[in-house]
């Protein structure tokens, strides 16, 4: 892709430094003044200390310059030396008719751990988050040219399956799968997902209330973690179903997985994982556990150590956390590692990234944290079900594609029930994107599967109907090569906005968030709009003129699509 911003820096640096100046990075920003120019340098005023001049006086002997470039169609000074820039449009159509909106293939591997299912529990809408921005942040990736491989990390091995399979243990004894003796061929048991969304939260609940349940959960999960016989294999069934359905909600997500790996995959690396870090000598006893000091002269607050081996020789969730980045650069050997997490579990990543650094598992790879907030509900409350349950993720879909049949044009009978779910989907995706990664954020239904403001729904409408003139032009044997002339300031305003792309893929990518790239996609969509409504663009009997406009069109649908697919939403075929 042309980088837009870069061919402006250039010309900029090159004024200066021929006008007799020294220059470092310079940025170019969009200008707040659009009566003045299209976009404005403020970089001058350091450059008057520096040289004991005049900034006006810097700022014109640059401007003087710039103005013997066809690239700009003025050039101005402002103020204190702020050199205002409006760009020609023969440059605008230039770089709209010539950018092919690829980047070329990096050398450099990023593995993603998002989605963080557990087995034989609910997908609820706690997972909603890290499933919509891990998808979006590998896809982006993946557009700027990264390899990628993504994980969910599934809780699969840990003292829920104890207490599921010692609850279906109770219910259906006769299961040879607890026989101890039995020696032969497994009965193939009926288990469902429905089945073991009812059995965990009876069986955790029971463990809080019956200390003799607790025991005995702990003791098959000991069992289970032993691979006994019969144990073991009704685990592998349990799992199987699980993550069928787990995968069956990610489907409807948009959400794919290059692996399905979980905790029972870094739980079997554990003893060889101890046995290198004993010779590291960084390993500390402290009150019969075992654990890694990671705290650093330079905390603000208290990092306690990361605990390994709990007293009684269990093993944790941040013992299997370093077994699996073993594991993974052992496999993988990537460049980077992306976490995309609740930022509640900032101090355990803490902890592990610097476990993982004082061990030396990853000298050449980058850790990141990248922890998002909260969804809440429309009254800013933590987002619940009717009787104030944690909500089901399923059964959010389930709403929310209630709610966007409501919006659908009421003619339309064919594929109703997979247009509802593609809208339902984009609400709920796009919702999710609109706040920076870091920040909660309120949930409110109606607001979100509206056609009109800042939703997906919307997004979509616009896009469908960016298609729909484009196969109408098809249909009239209308043809459309490149962009001939620029009709006014509204398909000007458009341009402007679409030399924004490599700048807002960027800036994503750096702040791994999408939120830039929601924002961008409702001004472009939004500013189209406009230019759409203000014009006829199928009727226009200048025939340059509306060549160049559905060459715009196309432009426009193009980037749509492409971003909307780096967020995971499908375009329905209509609305």
């Known amino acids: 892709m042309k980088k837009f911003y870069k061919l402006m820096e250039d010309k900029i640096k090159r004024a200066i430094l021929e006008a007799g100046y020294k220059t470092g990075e310079v940025v170019i920003t969009v200008s707040n003044r659009?009566?003045?120019?299209?976009?404005?340098?403020?970089?001058?005023?350091?450059?008057?200390?520096?040289?004991?001049?005049?900034?006006?006086?810097?700022a014109n002997d640059v401007v003087s310059i710039l103005k013997q470039e066809d690239f700009f169609k003025d050039v101005n000074v402002a103020g204190p030396g702020f050199i205002n820039l409006r760009i020609s449009d023969e440059a605008l159509i230039d770089f709209a008719n010539n950018d092919d909106y690829t980047y070329p293939k990096k050398d450099k591997l990023i593995f993603f751990d998002y989605g963080g299912a557990n087995v034989?529990?609910?997908?609820?809408?706690?997972?909603?988050?890290?499933?919509?921005?891990?998808?979006?942040?590998?896809?982006?990736?993946?557009?700027?040219?990264?390899?990628?491989?993504?994980?969910?990390?599934?809780?699969?091995?840990?003292?829920?399956?104890?207490?599921?399979?010692?609850?279906?243990?109770?219910?259906?004894?006769?299961?040879?799968?607890?026989?101890?003796?039995?020696?032969?061929?497994?009965?193939?048991?009926?288990?469902?997902n429905e089945l073991l969304e009812n059995v965990y939260p009876y069986a955790s609940s029971k463990a809080k209330e019956d200390e003799t349940y607790l025991k005995e959960a702990q003791e098959?999960?000991?069992?289970?973690?032993?691979?006994?016989?019969?144990?073991?294999?009704?685990?592998?069934?349990?799992?199987?179903?699980?993550?069928?359905?787990?995968?069956?909600?990610?489907?409807r997500l948009n959400t794919t997985f290059d692996l399905y790996k979980g905790e029972s995959d870094a739980e079997d690396a554990v003893p060889e994982l101890l046995s290198y870090l004993d010779k590291l000598n960084i390993i500390v006893e402290s009150e019969g556990a075992k654990v890694i000091p990671v705290s650093l002269p330079t905390d603000k607050l208290?990092?306690?150590?990361?605990?390994?081996?709990?007293?009684?020789?269990?093993?944790?969730?941040?013992?299997?956390?370093?077994?699996?980045?073993?594991?993974?650069?052992?496999?993988?050997?990537?460049?980077?590692?992306?976490?995309?997490v609740d930022k509640r579990q900032a101090l355990h990543f803490t902890q592990v990234f610097r476990a993982s650094e004082k061990a030396k598992l990853t000298p050449n790879t980058k850790l990141v944290f990248a922890g998002f907030g909260t969804m809440n509900g429309k009254d800013g409350k933590p987002f619940k079900t009717r009787d104030g349950g944690v909500m089901r993720l399923l059964d959010l879909l389930t709403e929310v594609k209630a709610e966007s049949l409501n919006h659908l044009n009421e003619n339309i009978t064919e594929y109703r029930d997979e247009i509802s779910e593609d809208v339902a989907i984009s609400a709920i995706k796009y919702a999710d994107m609109?706040?920076?990664?870091?920040?909660?954020?309120?949930?409110?239904?109606?607001?979100?599967c509206d056609l009109e403001g800042k939703t997906g729904p919307y997004i979509l409408y616009s896009t469908i109907r960016m298609r729909s003139l484009l196969n109408k032009a098809k249909e009239n044997n209308i043809s459309y090569h490149k962009i001939n002339k620029i009709g006014s300031n509204y398909d000007r305003e458009v341009l402007l906005i679409l030399n924004d792309l490599d700048l807002i893929l960027n800036r994503s990518f750096e702040a791994k968030s999408l939120n830039d790239i929601t924002d961008y996609l409702y001004r472009l969509t939004t500013s189209y709009n406009r230019f759409y409504s203000f014009n006829h663009i199928?009727?226009?009997?200048?025939?340059?003129?509306?060549?160049?406009?559905?060459?715009?069109?196309?432009?426009?649908?193009?980037?749509?699509?492409?971003?909307?697919d780096i967020l995971a939403i499908k375009v329905p075929i209509k609305m």
């Open 302 to 340: 208290e990092i306690p150590p990361m605990l390994l081996i709990k007293s009684d020789g269990g093993i944790l969730y941040s013992t299997t956390e370093l077994a699996t980045i073993y594991l993974r650069m052992k496999e993988y050997h990537p460049d980077e590692i992306w976490y995309i």
């Open 434 to 448: 609109i706040p920076a990664r870091d920040t909660d954020y309120n949930f409110d239904i109606e607001k979100f």
């Open 220 to 251: 098959m999960t000991k069992r289970l973690q032993n691979h006994e016989k019969g144990i073991y294999d009704l685990w592998l069934k349990i799992t199987d179903v699980s993550k069928q359905s787990i995968k069956n909600i990610y489907d």
């Open 34 to 58: 659009p009566d003045l120019g299209d976009y404005q340098y403020n970089g001058i005023m350091p450059m008057a200390k520096e040289y004991h001049k005049s900034p006006v006086d810097i």
């Open 120 to 192: 034989a529990k609910s997908l609820h809408v706690g997972h909603l988050r890290s499933a919509n921005i891990g998808e979006a942040l590998k896809r982006l990736c993946n557009y700027l040219g990264y390899q990628t491989i993504s994980d969910t990390h599934l809780g699969d091995f840990g003292r829920p399956l104890g207490l599921v399979i010692l609850e279906l243990s109770k219910r259906f004894p006769e299961w040879n799968y607890f026989n101890k003796d039995y020696d032969g061929e497994y009965e193939d048991v009926p288990i469902t």
């Open 538 to 564: 199928l009727t226009e009997t200048d025939e340059l003129l509306r060549e160049s406009w559905l060459y715009l069109t196309s432009i426009v649908y193009q980037i749509n699509m492409l971003l909307l």
